[in-house]
């Protein structure tokens, strides 16, 4: 990243602000309404989207010691991530060598090895077999092959990142294309998770849809979060990872001399990385975070949104009362506004009667989304570095 890229996009913001206009995609894009409700589609963004790319699915500070570990599902596929003895993050598929059981209950926690409760196998923090019960009688295996199964992890920008899949060579700093350098700005690194809540929402596409859009908050959000805020964004994409902001957004930073603006002041927004995280709020000026994880339900017609509620400094300084009342309305805003809207969508999408959803000129972010997830679909397992790194519209 160029050191002062985040200045320049708080420039443009200014200079766009002060012009009274926005940027603009070319054309209006066009999306099949079918996209979204056809069940082969959907399996195939499961196996193409979701579990060939890295997902950031934690945080740094969750595994701040040696052992710190959470196990879940994602995509139906179980998971461990944990930070293991040599200070690195590991994380494997949470099935055991000998016959499959889960080797650590879904939850976080903190552990020395991974005792399988079935028979007792046993596995180091690096995913090594260390010890087999009865071995002598057991008979003879190779146990330097049977330790759990690796899948690429690594850390960037305070988040945990995991490709589901084993095999997948997508290059992390490939596919994130400069961005995580932008989320460093936000010093994730330096916050802590203090509070984390489920939302039930519709087909994650339609979900997601919302995320990048500022044109619906002014309207649907206009009893809750909305009141001040502007329909009009900006976009910003490395490869097919979306920053929107408004230049409205911007308007303090219009009235002070550019050496005064603060980090904080110039990264507002939200970010999103693809395929399915945004990060909105304002930890860095005294409130949260809030990181939404939006994954593919047990059907194309669901999906769940988990909520993370991240803040600076001491958790045990947060008041409670404060975190509790944030809460209480994220929930409320995605469930009774976002996913109620999503639900009546989703259902209207099912009827066929319309060929085709629009994403505006002034929906460029959204528009962004949906070619990349085409071009995704797409594209080879072996193709996938060379999409990233060459971008869109280049063969
Ligand atoms: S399934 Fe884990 S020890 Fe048997
Ligand atoms: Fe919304």
């Not at 899949?165 to 995580?180: A, K, R």
């Amino acid at each position: 990243m160029k050191p002062d890229q985040l200045q320049q996009m708080a420039r443009h913001e200014v200079d766009n602000l002060s012009n009274n206009r926005i940027d603009l995609a070319p054309d209006v894009l066009k999306v099949p309404t079918a996209n979204y409700v056809d069940s082969q589609r959907w399996q195939q963004e499961i196996n193409q989207v979701f579990k060939r790319l890295p997902l950031a699915l934690g945080f740094s500070t969750e595994f701040a010691s040696t052992g710190a570990y959470r196990a879940t599902k994602i995509a139906d596929v179980p998971i461990i991530m944990v930070r293991s003895d040599d200070g690195v993050m590991h994380a494997f598929v949470n099935m055991c060598s000998h016959r499959g059981n889960y080797v650590v209950a879904e939850g976080s926690g903190s552990a020395k090895s991974f005792r399988c409760n079935y028979h007792a196998w046993n596995y180091s923090l690096r995913g090594d077999l260390i010890n087999i019960l009865d071995e002598p009688n057991f008979g003879e295996v190779d146990k330097s092959c049977l330790g759990l199964t690796e899948l690429p992890c690594s850390e960037r920008a305070g988040l945990v990142w995991v490709t589901l899949d084993p095999d997948s060579d997508v290059d992390i700093d490939t596919f994130l294309n400069g961005y995580d350098a932008m989320l460093q700005h936000l010093g994730l690194a330096e916050t802590q998770v203090v509070g984390r809540q489920e939302v039930a929402g519709p087909n994650w596409k339609v979900a997601y849809d919302g995320y990048r859009d500022f044109y619906h908050l002014p309207i649907l959000h206009k009893d809750t979060i909305g009141t001040d805020l502007s329909h009009q964004p900006d976009y910003f994409a490395w490869g097919p990872h979306v920053r929107v902001v408004s230049p409205k957004n911007f308007s303090e930073l219009a009235t002070i001399a550019e050496e005064e603006w603060t980090e904080a002041q110039m990264a507002q927004g939200v970010w999103t990385i693809f395929p399915n995280i945004s990060i909105a709020g304002g930890a860095h000026r005294g409130g949260f975070y809030m990181v939404s994880q939006l994954y593919p339900g047990a059907t194309p017609g669901t999906s769940v949104t988990t909520q993370n509620f991240l803040s600076f400094g001491d958790p045990k300084d947060v008041d409670p009362t404060a975190l509790k009342e944030y809460m209480a309305l994220m929930q409320h805003v995605v469930a009774n506004e976002d996913y109620f809207t999503g639900f009546n969508v989703q259902n209207a999408l099912a009827t066929g009667a319309k060929e085709y959803s629009y994403f505006g000129r002034n929906e460029g972010g959204g528009q962004l989304f949906h070619q990349w997830l085409d071009a995704l679909l797409e594209t080879q397992s072996e193709q996938l570095n060379t999409l990233f790194s060459k971008g869109l519209n280049h063969g």
